[in-house]
């Protein structure tokens, strides 16, 4: 199943050599049920991440621990290597399950991504191992590229028990994205909006979709 529309962000063609991967395993414990499946304007969260995905991404893999929740989008799905670790298990599971070199890591709870901005990410991944967006004191390990590089780094680190994933980044090449260059390609910063929430779901609906605030 499709889910691109004549809404999601234009481009010419699939980014070379990149996969897509959507981070579904976390237990939505602050929301109470699985917030991908929840709705705005009658869009799930996971579907408004493929819109945006699917134009960009040849290979698309969502990492979770229950498959039969998105066995409807009929995309590749991949369980946890390693259950138990949070995000860096997603992280390193869709490293290891890939077939290239880089993938685009996203969390499925983050409905207005911005193809331009994922676009740029691509574009000045060049050397380095990975490239991750930072505005102020916050980074946002969850929109992020990471090669394969990264996987020695992330291997340390489970195996020292340490599972929080910028803590790998000492051990690796970054390249940050800066809040101006961001905003070149996301002027009004939703790409990193997250709903964690319901009432979080009900303001963001009442606005219908209007300015929403950066992930904090």
């Known amino acids: 199943m ?11 063609s699939h980014l070379p050599g990149i996969s897509g991967i959507i981070l579904a395993g976390g237990k939505s414990s602050r929301y109470g049920s699985n917030k991908a499946l929840v709705e705005i304007n009658g869009i799930r969260l996971i579907e408004r991440v493929i819109r945006v995905m699917e134009p960009l991404f040849e ?71 990975a490239v991750v967006p930072k505005v102020d004191w916050k980074i946002e390990a969850l929109h992020a590229i990471y090669t394969k590089h990264c ?29 101006e260059e961001i905003l070149n390609f996301d002027p009004e910063m939703r790409s990193f909006f997250n709903i964690n ?13 209007g300015k929403t605030k950066p992930r904090t």
């Open 151 to 179: 996987i020695p780094a992330i291997k340390e680190l489970i195996d020292n028990k340490d599972y929080q994933v910028i803590k790998f980044f000492q051990n690796i090449r970054v390249r940050y994205l800066n809040k």
């Open 2 to 12: 499709s889910v691109a529309s004549k809404d999601s962000n234009p481009v010419e």
């Open 59 to 129: 290979r698309l893999i969502i990492i979770t621990n229950t498959p039969q929740d998105y066995a409807y989008l009929k995309l590749p799905m991949v369980e946890d290597l390693i259950k138990g670790l949070g995000p860096l298990g997603g992280v390193f599971t869709g490293l290891q399950s890939m077939s290239d070199d880089a993938g685009f890591f996203v969390a499925c709870d983050m409905p207005f991504l911005s193809g331009e901005l994922i676009h740029h990410m691509v574009d000045v991944l060049e050397d380095f191992d």
């Open 197 to 209: 929430r319901p009432e979080e779901l009900l303001n963001t609906t009442k606005s219908r979709i």
